[in-house]
Each structure stands twice: as structure tokens, then as C-alpha cells.
């Protein structure tokens, strides 16, 4: 998946990504064509394989043409459903039936691109309740890439024993080690918990932390609700969905959200979340291997692991109700979110 904007902002109107280990090309294909939406956007996008079954260069490296992506190669057009549709240098001849690019579904929400690569599978665009509240203020983050698949990425998100020690000061106190081991309930395919910080010495005004309600869409998205400790009615949002590139990659999506602090500048909150992310960052970087194993007893986990537990249970029920076979499942619970995300990913979105 991708950005809306990094859609917009590219010369061509046309982005290439990956998702799922599918190279992909998004293409905006301006105001009066229509790609294999399966949403109600308005915005025209198609979404093919990144290959032109010609000479094999990447659509990406192409143009939006008359509703159409032009290959920049020898100029060959390709409609959304993938058919070629113009061969410059054969005006006159039949194009070939073989001429077709494999099409994925694509829709545009929450500023976000979603591809998905399974035309039909029963997946839905995770929600983000900030997004259709007109009392939030909506701050969009930079989305950023990491070598670790988005099952890992989730669940550094959502643990709460890290908070202590990667976060001592911004989100945690290594004074204070032991977390609450919370209650877990699935509620309409989201894990959902809540969770209370420690106090800190310090807080940044821009901080998040306080009560906390997490809202886990399974397999790979958090939306997390705070109340700020003093401010009465006051809300803050934190929102992410990590698209899976491949088994051992993700980018990650993101956007914060407040209905109070109104006349404080974004940069602020932005500055708040980049120190958490450089935080965790070195960490998640250093797990190995880069999808969580799915060998028992591979790691080692405790009770004050809970949501992660949960969170491996889950996205191993999911591998088994999508009869994956062994040999696909491979070292890598993140077949689970292969299969949910062929359903639906961000291609940036970052389809991951
Ligand atoms: S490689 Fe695309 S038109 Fe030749
Ligand atoms: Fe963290």
C-alpha cells in the first residue's frame, strides 16, 4: 500500500511497492475511469502487477495515459482490469489474449491506498474510530519501513513489559518493571484490553500515556485510546497498520489523533512519537529471526507476556482455518497474515 499522497506527489501517477512479496503498481488514474475499487472513494485507482508482460519492465517506471498505464518501454497500455488495450509499433493487428496483468482490488481510506490481492476474500479495512469523529483533530505520521515482519511489528506495539525498559522516562520507569497482566477479550476480530501507565516524573505534554483502551484488528493493525491523566474529556488517538512487504519486512502506517491541545502545533506530538519510535527501533531490529518462529519453545514466554500470547494464538488460528500448508508456514507466523492480508493490505500500505 501507500499514502495518498505519495501517490499524488509521484510525476507519473503512479507508485510502485510490494506487498506480500507481490510487486504491485497503484495508479491514479484521474477523473473518469475506474479501476477494481471495491469502495466508494471517488479517486479512479488500479492496482496490477509491477510487470509489463512484454519485456518485463516495471509499470512503475511508466505513466498514467488516457486511463490507462502506458509502459515505458515500447509504450504498450494497460487498463485497470489488466487488459493491454495498445501496442504502438502493431496499430493495426489484434492484441494478443495473452495480454493481460493480473488486477487487485484497490480503495482509498483513511489517507491510505489498500490493496487487495485476493479479489473476494472475506476481509474488511480495519477501522479507525478517530477518522470518522469530527471532534478529532487527525495528524498523519510518516509511515516507515523495518526488517521485521508486521506480526513482530504488532506486537512490539502492544507490549507491555518493553514500556519499562526500551521506554524508561517517555512511556515507562525501569523502576517500575512489573506491567499489569490485562484482561483479553475478541470483540468482532480485535483483540481489545486496556491498560493503565505508571505515573512519570516528567510527562511531555505530548505524551501518551495514561488509561488506555487497545484495539487490536486482527492480523496486524492497533488503534490505541487514551485519556490523558488531568485533562478532563480529553482524548488522544494512536492509530497503525503494518503492511507486510514480505515474510521478514513491513512498513508501517500510521496517524495520531487529539480533541484537545487544538492550538498546539503537530510538531510536538510528531516529536513525541519519532522519540518512541527511535526507541523501539533498535530493538525490533535486532530480533532474529525476523518473523516470529513458530517452533514450540522457539522463545520463551511468561504471563506478563499475555497479549502477545494471545495475540500468536490468534494469528495461529487463523493459519489453520487457512488450511496453509506446513512447508507455506515455513518459520513464519506471519502466514497468517499472508493469507488475511492477500484478503486485504495496505500496498504501502504498506500492502504492505
Ligand atoms: S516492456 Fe513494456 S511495452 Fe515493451
Ligand atoms: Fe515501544
New binding site residues.
Given amino acids: 500500500m501507500c499514502t495518498v499522497s505519495e501517490l499524488a506527489q509521484t510525476a507519473n501517477s503512479v507508485f510502485g511497492t510490494t506487498l506480500l512479496g507481490v510487486p504491485i503498481v497503484i495508479a491514479d488514474l484521474g477523473a473518469t475511469s475506474s479501476g477494481r475499487q471495491y469502495g466508494g472513494s471517488g479517486r479512479n485507482l488500479a492496482c496490477l502487477v509491477d510487470r509489463?508482460l512484454?519485456?518485463?519492465?516495471r509499470l512503475s517506471a511508466g505513466w498514467v495515459d488516457q486511463c490507462t498505464i502506458r509502459?515505458?518501454?515500447?509504450?504498450?497500455r494497460w487498463a485497470p482490469d489488466g487488459r493491454c488495450v495498445e501496442i504502438p509499433s502493431m496499430p493495426d493487428s489484434t492484441i494478443p489474449s495473452r495480454a493481460r496483468i493480473e488486477s487487485f482490488d484497490v480503495e482509498e481510506r483513511y489517507g491510505l491506498i489498500w490493496v487487495r490481492l485476493r479479489s473476494g476474500a472475506d476481509t474488511t479495512i480495519p477501522a479507525c474510530p478517530a477518522w470518522d469523529d469530527p471532534g478529532m483533530h487527525i495528524v498523519p505520521g510518516e509511515p516507515y519501513t523495518w526488517p521485521v515482519s508486521a506480526a513482530r511489528r504488532v506486537e512490539n506495539f502492544t507490549d507491555l513489559s518493553h514500556f519499562a525498559w526500551v521506554h524508561d522516562g517517555s512511556l515507562g520507569r525501569r523502576d517500575l518493571p512489573v506491567p499489569p497482566v490485562p484482561d483479553i477479550e475478541r470483540v468482532a476480530g480485535e483483540m481489545r484490553f486496556e491498560y493503565l501507565a505508571p505515573p512519570l516524573d516528567e510527562q511531555q505534554p505530548a505524551a501518551l500515556v495514561g488509561m488506555s483502551w487497545y484495539r487490536m484488528p486482527m492480523p496486524a493493525t492497533v488503534c490505541i485510546e487514551f485519556e490523558i491523566a488531568g485533562k478532563i474529556g480529553a482524548r488522544r488517538h494512536l492509530w497503525m497498520t503494518a503492511s507486510p512487504i514480505d515474510d521478514v519486512s513491513c512498513r508501517s502506517f500510521w496517524l495520531i489523533a487529539r480533541n484537545d491541545a487544538l492550538d498546539e502545533s503537530d510538531e510536538e506530538h510528531l516529536r513525541f512519537q519519532a522519540l518512541i519510535l527511535a526507541e523501539d527501533e533498535p530493538v525490533v531490529r535486532n530480533q532474529v529471526p525476523a518473523a516470529i518462529p513458530v517452533a514450540p519453545g522457539a522463545e520463551i514466554s511468561v504471563r506478563t507476556d499475555r497479549v502477545s500470547i494471545e495475540y500468536r494464538r490468534w494469528l495461529g488460528e487463523i493459519r489453520r482455518a487457512s488450511h496453509i500448508g506446513a512447508a507455506a508456514i515455513d518459520e513464519s507466523v506471519h502466514s497468517p497474515v499472508r493469507r488475511s492480508a492477500e484478503g486485504l493490505a495496505l500496498a504501502a500500505d504498506t500492502g504492505t
Fill in positions: 509489463c512484454h519485456r518485463s519492465t509502459c515505458a518501454y515500447h509504450g504498450w
